[in-house]
């Protein structure tokens, strides 16, 4: 039989109160959770087991209506997610910069409409928006969740009773193999979409489709202390530094146990009736709590050892959204929850009109409170040099995008940091050499190593030593280059707690070693000989001084008269705060004379003095996010710095 379950499971109110609580301090950053995001896929497993539940028994019973299920769907959750979009935009403007007003407009349209994850989707890559900016990056589980809700009832309902825990087997088995497959080759779209998600939600829906006997009883009975165990530790201490992957399918799986237990222990004490209280709010506090954050996120600009607001105010913001929580559920989405309306005519136009107006209402809003004289979108605008697509590429290719003549004499070679050096030395005119880039985001120009983090896997590690050899293979057929100018900004590959992927070109195989100073410098040497065995002459420009605070958005604020805390005067950066966090970077590149008799230009020479460095020189911004150059700035520092006189003086 299957086990009959009561009418108030205490048991997952509580589980739904600790995995908010773990989400909520996670964000927050308060404690040592670092895998805290694990509460999402606890969600996702109980709401896969009732949602099934309640369709499974609705049909058993023949009183299923697809319009009165998704009606009840609206009805609990559009009330109090509508009420948070509405203040949260009428809020941002005040909060927002302007690039992140013009994701926060796809933001909102995606939150209304359910396609929040193919908008963050969207949204993520190298030059986008830092995620933690986002007022709606939250919304992304609630979309995933209710696509599986569109999908699931008709499954039900039009295959047989008695193929519906195979079917769901199937897909749970799908889309893991799919999420495994694909969380190392695409990660962003195996984070936010569906078909590598589903499964967490398909565990729950065959847990609520088994029949439990006596033998699985007994099976439960052994797993649920270890299951228990998993759920309290796999927060604090990670298995993998991938996700999702095996921190997501054990904490899943121990959710289901505990579930499909209904131990006694889960329905009685204090602790467990205080998570069960605090599971009562969790749709509330879910909604409400990340825009705080994001707000904080935007206006907060520390330096890398500072970047964290300080625990007072986090621990204020969690406060004030459990008081905002409290305040959303009593008074907006319990009220909807239990008000008496039919589905009918009038109560769909009404909803759709709402849903209408919560899109048009703020979007003017944002536009007029946009409506100043300057185009900051346009100052802030991502740099990738000549075009956008000499970003990308697995091998250098020679395009007519990224060349300025079909016989360029000065070839650009590196990551996003040599990219925005171009409209700096393009802006010079008839003066400087005719020019052409050899960029690829993340890929700094140092042969047989590459990084490889959480971001960076080793097929993008292994392309990008893979495009660095074919730069060396054109530069060995083009006569007309004479000078290469290399850049990046060269940290992740000098940070110890970090690895590189280092080719041997003996026989072309690859092993993980540790980053560091030496295999830098001895990769930089290996560069530097190549071009200079070709007959080209090589110099290195430095990347700009930064401390890992978005300098880009914080002078729009400070500028615009957006709130703006914690950073240096008027956005500035100190040179104390610059040779701190960037010490093994000005380490390295005064290590080049000497190891590989190649100069350096010093960007820091020019823009700092004893104290500070400038991060705008009269009304131009010479920064647009945390290191990288804006186009005004490129131009204003290579003609003020007279780059091309120095690349062609310097250069040997």
Same mark, same amino acid.
């Given at each position: 039989?299957?086990?009959?379950?009561?009418?108030?499971?205490?048991?997952?109110? %509580?589980?739904?109160?600790?995995?908010?609580?773990?989400?909520?301090?996670?964000?927050?950053?308060?404690?040592?959770?670092?895998?805290?995001?694990?509460?999402?896929?606890?969600?996702?497993?109980?709401?896969g087991?009732?949602?099934?539940?309640?369709? *499974?028994?609705?049909?058993e019973?023949?009183?299923?209506?697809?319009?009165?299920?998704? #009606?009840?769907?609206?009805?609990?959750?559009?009330?109090?997610?509508?009420?948070?979009?509405?203040?949260?935009?009428?809020?941002?403007?005040?909060?927002?910069?302007?690039?992140?007003?013009?994701?926060?407009?796809?933001?909102?349209?995606? !939150?209304?409409?359910?396609?929040?994850?193919?908008?963050?989707?969207?949204?993520?890559?190298?030059?986008?928006?830092?995620?933690?900016?986002?007022?709606?990056?939250?919304?992304w589980?609630?979309?995933?969740?209710?696509?599986y809700?569109?999908?699931?009832?008709?499954?039900?309902?039009?295959?047989?009773?008695?193929?519906?825990?195979?079917?769901?087997?199937?897909?749970l088995?799908?889309?893991?193999?799919l999420?495994?497959?694909?969380?190392h080759?695409?990660?962003?779209?195996? #984070?936010?979409?569906?078909?590598?998600?589903?499964?967490?939600?398909?565990?729950?829906?065959?847990?609520?489709?088994?029949?439990?006997?006596? *033998?699985?009883?007994?099976?439960?009975?052994?797993?649920?202390?270890?299951?228990?165990?998993?759920?309290?530790?796999?927060?604090v201490?990670?298995i993998?530094?991938?996700?999702?992957?095996?921190d997501?399918?054990?904490i899943?799986?121990?959710?289901?146990?505990?579930? =499909?237990?209904?131990?006694?222990?889960?329905?009685?004490?204090?602790?467990?009736?205080?998570?069960?209280?605090?599971?009562?709010i969790?749709?509330?506090?879910?909604?409400?709590?990340?825009p705080?954050?994001?707000?904080?996120?935007n206006?907060?600009?520390?330096?890398?050892?500072?970047?964290?607001?300080?625990?007072?105010?986090?621990?204020?913001?969690?406060?004030?959204?459990?008081?905002?929580?409290?305040?959303?559920?009593r008074?907006?989405?319990?009220?909807?929850?239990?008000?008496?309306?039919?589905?009918?005519?009038?109560?769909?136009?009404?909803?759709? %009109?709402?849903?209408?107006l919560?899109?048009?209402?703020?979007?003017?809003?944002?536009?007029?409170?946009?409506?100043?004289?300057?185009?900051?979108?346009?100052?802030?605008?991502?740099?990738?040099?000549?075009?956008?697509?000499? !970003?990308?590429?697995?091998?250098?290719i020679?395009?007519?995008?990224?060349?300025?003549?079909?016989?360029?004499?000065?070839?650009?070679?590196?990551?996003?940091?040599?990219?925005?050096?171009?409209?700096?030395?393009?802006g010079?005119?008839?003066?400087?050499p005719?020019?052409?880039?050899?960029?690829?985001?993340?890929? %700094?120009?140092?042969l047989?190593?590459?990084?490889?983090?959480? +971001?960076?896997?080793? %097929?993008?590690?292994?392309?990008?030593?893979?495009?660095?050899?074919?730069?060396?293979?054109?530069?060995?057929?083009?006569?007309?280059v004479?000078?290469?100018?290399?850049?990046?900004?060269?940290?992740?590959?000098?940070?110890?707690q970090?690895?590189?992927?280092?080719?041997?070109?003996?026989?072309?195989?690859?092993?993980?070693?540790?980053?560091?100073?030496?295999?830098?410098? !001895?990769?930089?040497? +290996?560069?530097?000989?190549?071009?200079?065995?070709?007959?080209?002459?090589?110099?290195?420009?430095?990347?700009?001084?930064?401390?890992?605070?978005?300098?880009?958005?914080?002078?729009?604020?400070?500028?615009?008269?957006?709130?703006?805390?914690?950073?240096?005067?008027?956005?500035?950066?100190?040179?104390?705060?610059?040779?701190?966090?960037?010490?093994?970077?000005?380490?390295?590149?005064?290590?080049l004379? =000497?190891?590989?008799?190649?100069?350096?230009?010093?960007l820091?020479?020019?823009l700092?003095?004893?104290?500070?460095?400038?991060?705008?020189?009269?009304?131009?911004?010479?920064?647009r996010?945390?290191?990288?150059?804006?186009?005004?700035?490129?131009?204003?520092?290579?003609n003020?710095?007279?780059?091309v006189s120095?690349?062609?003086?310097r250069?040997?």
């Amino acid at each position: 039989m299957r086990k009959t379950q009561k009418k108030f499971r205490t048991d997952i109110q %509580a589980l739904r109160g600790f995995a908010v609580l773990i989400v909520l301090l996670y964000h927050a950053k308060i404690g040592s959770l670092s895998a805290g995001f694990l509460g999402v896929d606890v969600f996702f497993v109980i709401s896969g087991f009732l949602i099934t539940g309640l369709v *499974r028994d609705s049909i058993e019973r023949g009183d299923f209506k697809f319009s009165d299920f998704y #009606f009840r769907r609206a009805k609990r959750l559009l009330p109090a997610a509508y009420t948070t979009f509405l203040i949260t935009a009428l809020a941002a403007p005040f909060f927002l910069a302007s690039n992140e007003m013009y994701d926060f407009r796809a933001q909102m349209t995606g !939150a209304v409409t359910f396609t929040s994850n193919f908008t963050l989707w969207d949204q993520s890559g190298y030059f986008e928006g830092e995620s933690g900016l986002k007022p709606f990056l939250h919304v992304w589980s609630l979309s995933i969740e209710e696509q599986y809700y569109f999908i699931l009832p008709a499954l039900m309902f039009f295959i047989p009773r008695r193929q519906w825990k195979w079917t769901a087997a199937l897909i749970l088995l799908a889309s893991m193999a799919l999420c495994f497959f694909l969380v190392h080759r695409d990660p962003d779209a195996t #984070f936010y979409l569906l078909p590598t998600r589903g499964w967490e939600m398909a565990i729950g829906s065959v847990g609520a489709l088994l029949l439990i006997g006596d *033998r699985l009883k007994r099976f439960l009975k052994i797993l649920f202390w270890p299951a228990l165990v998993a759920l309290l530790t796999l927060p604090v201490v990670k298995i993998a530094n991938f996700h999702p992957g095996p921190d997501a399918l054990v904490i899943c799986l121990a959710t289901l146990v505990i579930v =499909l237990r209904q131990h006694p222990l889960m329905f009685r004490g204090p602790l467990i009736h205080g998570f069960s209280k605090l599971g009562d709010i969790s749709y509330s506090l879910y909604l409400v709590h990340w825009p705080l954050f994001a707000f904080l996120n935007n206006s907060w600009f520390g330096v890398d050892n500072e970047s964290t607001p300080p625990v007072e105010i986090r621990f204020g913001l969690l406060l004030l959204s459990l008081l905002l929580a409290w305040a959303l559920n009593r008074f907006i989405e319990e009220p909807a929850r239990r008000i008496d309306v039919k589905l009918n005519r009038k109560t769909l136009v009404r909803t759709v %009109a709402a849903s209408m107006l919560l899109l048009v209402i703020p979007m003017g809003i944002i536009s007029q409170a946009r409506a100043t004289g300057k185009d900051y979108s346009e100052i802030r605008h991502r740099n990738y040099g000549l075009d956008k697509k000499c !970003a990308l590429g697995d091998v250098f290719i020679p395009i007519a995008e990224c060349r300025t003549s079909e016989q360029p004499e000065l070839l650009v070679w590196g990551d996003s940091y040599a990219m925005h050096l171009v409209p700096g030395l393009v802006g010079t005119g008839n003066t400087g050499p005719s020019i052409i880039q050899a960029t690829r985001s993340a890929c %700094a120009p140092l042969l047989g190593i590459s990084t490889v983090s959480e +971001q960076k896997n080793l %097929a993008s590690a292994e392309a990008c030593i893979d495009f660095n050899d074919s730069v060396v293979d054109y530069l060995a057929g083009a006569d007309s280059v004479q000078t290469v100018v290399l850049s990046s900004p060269f940290m992740s590959y000098l940070d110890s707690q970090g690895q590189l992927l280092k080719r041997n070109y003996s026989d072309e195989s690859h092993g993980l070693i540790t980053a560091g100073l030496t295999e830098t410098v !001895a990769s930089m040497k +290996q560069t530097v000989d190549s071009v200079r065995a070709l007959g080209k002459s090589v110099v290195v420009i430095s990347p700009p001084p930064s401390n890992g605070f978005d300098i880009g958005l914080c002078l729009e604020r400070f500028d615009d008269g957006l709130p703006v805390f914690g950073t240096e005067s008027d956005c500035q950066i100190s040179v104390e705060s610059w040779t701190e966090t960037r010490g093994p970077v000005l380490e390295f590149l005064s290590a080049l004379p =000497l190891e590989s008799k190649v100069e350096v230009i010093q960007l820091g020479d020019y823009l700092c003095d004893e104290e500070f460095c400038k991060t705008f020189i009269d009304d131009t911004f010479i920064y647009r996010d945390n290191g990288h150059l804006s186009y005004e700035g490129s131009v204003l520092l290579a003609n003020n710095m007279g780059w091309v006189s120095q690349i062609l003086e310097r250069a040997n």
